[in-house]
């Protein structure tokens, strides 16, 4: 009997480790934290006394073994993606990362700069195009790009950061053709380029427009009036931009702009101010729910998704920066 007991639990520990080791090709979206950014930026001559907490919300994403796959088909909070079916498949994770660390600390530099306009201060961005780091395989501007190529206008428009040319690129229409005129070299060159749909990282996530391609600032570079420091290094990308830039504007205004409440929210903002949307919504409003978020402020593109999942949760759809702080006041 004892080695009947012996064999059978020697074979669940078997399987148990055979399900973490073996790989699958998908991908697990969870809701990841939710930061009290006053913890976590540190703004020269401001104060972090708010009654309230303005919190900054997260996803998770990592590679699934069998046994992470089989609790995510069973966890509602997460999403299960197959690595086919998004960006993911033709890069590794790692320059996946490392080009999202490019992107949040971008997001970063113009949170810093969209706060301090709205305190009355005259920061200044400026970087020298944008900088072609790879071009997806599918990509329409595959053999009319190349890795190290430089753009700096889109339909003659100048463009000089990474957040510029995303923001415009958002605002055109699905299959439009656009003229990219680029630095390759020491020579200028044009090209015409049609707009695609983005791959998705999930059925439930936004769908974005692109040309296929990621990129950076190049020489990107910022004069600030006063020091802030922000300590996000495990964030990345840029929907993350909104909630650092309300937080510095919290700390160097007089009125507390949380009214004591705990406000969570997500969204990509631009140097103009504007909000477009993010991905990930689900996932992100649970994780505000789990630390008992009062207001969830979501791109107004996004409302009907995080409805869904709010629950009874405030939420406050915004187009820009300027919105948010007069929705906010009057909560």
Same mark, same amino acid.
């Given at each position: 009997?004892?080695?009947?007991?012996?064999?059978?639990?020697?074979?669940?520990?078997?399987?148990?480790?055979?399900? +973490?080791?073996?790989?699958?090709?998908?991908?697990?979206?969870?809701?990841?934290?939710?930061?009290?950014?006053?913890?976590?930026?540190?703004?020269?001559?401001?104060?972090?006394?708010?009654?309230?907490?303005?919190?900054?919300?997260?996803?998770?994403?990592?590679?699934? =073994?069998?046994?992470?796959?089989?609790?995510?088909?069973?966890?509602?909070?997460?999403?299960?993606?197959?690595?086919?079916?998004?960006?993911?498949?033709?890069?590794?994770?790692?320059?996946?990362? +490392?080009?999202?660390?490019?992107?949040?600390?971008?997001?970063?530099?113009?949170?810093?700069?969209?706060?301090?306009?709205?305190?009355?201060?005259?920061?200044?961005?400026?970087?020298?195009?944008?900088?072609?780091?790879?071009?997806?395989?599918?990509?329409?501007? +595959?053999?009319?790009?190349?890795?190290?190529?430089?753009?700096?206008?889109?339909?003659?428009?100048?463009?000089?950061?990474?957040?510029?040319?995303?923001?415009?690129?958002?605002?055109?229409?699905? =299959?439009? +053709?656009?003229?990219?005129?680029?630095?390759? %070299? =020491?020579?200028?060159?044009?090209?015409?380029?049609?707009?695609?749909?983005?791959?998705?990282?999930?059925?439930?996530?936004?769908?974005?427009?692109?040309?296929?391609?990621?990129?950076?600032?190049?020489?990107?570079?910022?004069?600030?009036?006063?020091?802030?420091?922000?300590?996000?290094?495990?964030?990345? %990308?840029?929907?993350?931009?909104?909630?650092?830039?309300?937080?510095?504007? =919290?700390?160097?205004?007089?009125?507390?702009?949380?009214?004591?409440?705990?406000?969570? %929210?997500?969204?990509?903002?631009?140097?103009? %101010?504007?909000?477009?949307?993010?991905?990930?919504?689900?996932?992100?409003?649970?994780?505000?729910?789990?630390?008992?978020?009062?207001?969830?402020?979501?791109?107004?593109?996004?409302?009907?998704?995080?409805?869904?999942?709010?629950?009874?949760?405030?939420?406050?759809?915004?187009?820009?920066?300027?919105?948010?702080?007069?929705?906010?006041?009057?909560?």
């Amino acid at each position: 009997m004892l080695l009947f007991f012996k064999k059978y639990l020697l074979l669940f520990f078997l399987i148990i480790i055979l399900l +973490n080791i073996i790989p699958t090709n998908y991908y697990l979206l969870a809701p990841g934290e939710a930061l009290n950014l006053s913890e976590y930026i540190i703004v020269e001559n401001g104060e972090r006394d708010a009654q309230g907490k303005i919190l900054l919300t997260s996803i998770t994403m990592l590679r699934t =073994n069998l046994w992470q796959f089989i609790y995510g088909i069973f966890d509602p909070s997460i999403d299960l993606v197959k690595e086919s079916e998004q960006l993911l498949a033709e890069i590794s994770y790692e320059d996946y990362l +490392n080009i999202s660390s490019q992107i949040m600390e971008e997001s970063q530099l113009i949170a810093k700069i969209v706060a301090l306009r709205k305190a009355g201060y005259n920061p200044e961005l400026a970087g020298q195009g944008v900088l072609v780091n790879q071009i997806l395989e599918n990509s329409p501007a +595959n053999k009319k790009l190349l890795p190290g190529d430089i753009i700096v206008k889109i339909n003659d428009k100048p463009v000089f950061t990474i957040e510029e040319f995303s923001t415009y690129i958002q605002r055109l229409s699905l =299959n439009q +053709n656009i003229k990219i005129t680029f630095i390759r %070299g =020491n020579s200028l060159f044009s090209t015409i380029i049609p707009l695609i749909e983005l791959p998705d990282q999930s059925e439930h996530m936004e769908k974005k427009r692109g040309i296929g391609i990621y990129a950076s600032t190049k020489d990107l570079e910022c004069k600030f009036p006063i020091d802030i420091k922000i300590d996000l290094e495990e964030i990345k %990308g840029s929907s993350a931009g909104l909630m650092i830039a309300l937080e510095i504007l =919290n700390q160097l205004t007089e009125n507390d702009l949380s009214n004591g409440l705990i406000i969570a %929210g997500t969204g990509n903002l631009g140097i103009d %101010g504007k909000i477009s949307k993010v991905e990930g919504i689900k996932q992100k409003i649970i994780s505000a729910k789990r630390k008992k978020a009062d207001v969830f402020i979501v791109p107004k593109d996004n409302y009907g998704e995080a409805n869904r999942y709010s629950q009874g949760m405030k939420v406050i759809p915004v187009e820009d920066f300027d919105e948010v702080i007069v929705k906010l006041i009057r909560l």
